[in-house]
């Protein structure tokens, strides 16, 4: 369950290291102005205690995995040429030169090994931001041009198309509109509508591009909430995508880019808010990492969908009945999302409100299991054998509570449950929090027309 080394598999890449790319990598080490960096580079005491917190030393225990081997492999250039030491005496000091090698070795462990959870941050004895030297260590690697090319195509699709499926305009569209028609007789009210490029309301709704590609009830439940909520909302055709895969290459310009895109759009519709659908890594990145990027703050809000929910909720603008959902549930909270962004008592209201039989998973929260599916490694398919191995840990967390239902409000969390659902024979459904709330709400009728027919018959059949 070790899987290849990237490099290996990539070796023409490798080969065209020159001295030029090196330089370009090294630059990122010797920005005088990132004293986070160098503080966090000479920080670490190498005690260990961040090895039983990470997903992939747990579930294959060498060493090499062990996230202060990690941060030692960006520390150990740093030393080798940003310090008086590593410049003279480098076996001394442990200082190491950044070649072939050395860059194999980055790529295998800083994008083939990392889901850049942050977990082993929250354990470490003296808080060294592991999570942020693995994203300066990608950065090195992606300013040499070696990010594995699988994660750097689907970065390719979004800058090209506008989202990371290129998905055309033209299917979107259809997509929607027939999800519409669904959403009408669902509700049974023809002027229910999912709205598109319409200026003025009050939310510019983002999705995740595996929704109309792969989950179009995803879209749906939103679309039935935000009816239920009398909601005025839109989404946009043009730049709807919420991810930024660029987060996680460590392309910053890239990441700019995207983020700029959604940026105009939210301004270009004249929204009053941004609510980003499901998905730990788009709020992390449009949120917090977002203003960064672009170097300006918002002048509209943000906030994530799981707050707006849990906000409708309490506000009685939604009203749900827990008993329509008997199954036991359980909740995966996605790592961007509740360690890194500090949402996670929202969606536990949620759930205590809309189903019956709420069960935690151990441990959760803040401390929870990363599902294995973060850090870019579902679109590295060269890295799919070692992402299931440590996805066993989370089957085993989901197994052991009993649960039929697992809730994520994380697209990447979803596919990787669903992948660990197959492998390891969970047999359990995923769900949204925007499914969960849709199947648990009590609509009222919003008219009094007269009942369509032809709808009561097709029900009837």
Known sequence: MDGEVFGLQNKDN????????????????????????????NSCVHCGLCANSCVYYNAIPKAKFIPATKVDLVASIYRRYQTFGGKVFPKLVGAKDLNDEMADEMVDLLFGACTMCGRCVSHCSIGVDISYVIKKGREMLSNMGMVPDTLQSTINSAL????????????????????????????????????????????????????PKFFPLSISAMAKVFYAANESWTISTKMYDVTNYAYYSGNYEEAAIITQRLYDEVENLEAK??????????????????????????????????????????EGRVVVDPEKIQEKVTLHDPCNLARSGGIWKEQRYILNTCVK????????????????????????????????????????????????????????CVDQLQQLNVTFKLGIKIMTLGEIVADSLILEKKSEEKPNINKLEIKAL
Request: proline content about 3%; aromatic content about 8%.
């Open 357 to 412: 039989d709420f069960v935690e998973m151990t441990p959760h929260g803040l401390d929870n299991i990363c599902c294995g599916g973060g850090g870019g490694q579902l679109a590295m398919s060269e890295y799919n054998e070692r992402r299931l191995a440590i996805g066993k840990l989370k089957a085993e967390q989901i197994r052991a509570t009993g649960a039929k239902i697992v809730a994520t409000p994380c697209h990447n």
């Open 273 to 314: 808010k941004c609510v980003l659908a499901e998905c730990g890594h788009g709020s992390r990145a449009f949120r917090w990492e977002g203003p960064n990027y672009i170097k300006k703050e918002y002048p509209f809000d943000v906030l994530t969908s799981v707050e707006l929910l849990a906000k409708y909720l309490k």
């Open 14 to 41: 490798m080969e065209k290291l020159t001295q030029e790319k090196i330089q370009k990598g090294l630059d990122v080490l010797s920005a005088k102005h990132d004293g986070k960096l160098i503080t966090h580079l």
């Open 160 to 211: 090209e198309s506008g989202n990371n499926m290129s998905i055309s305009k033209t299917d979107f569209v259809e997509t929607l509109e027939w999800l519409e028609e669904d959403l009408q007789f669902e509700v049974d009210d023809d002027n229910a509508k999912i709205y598109l490029d319409q200026k003025g309301k009050e939310i510019l709704y983002t999705l995740n591009p595996r929704e």
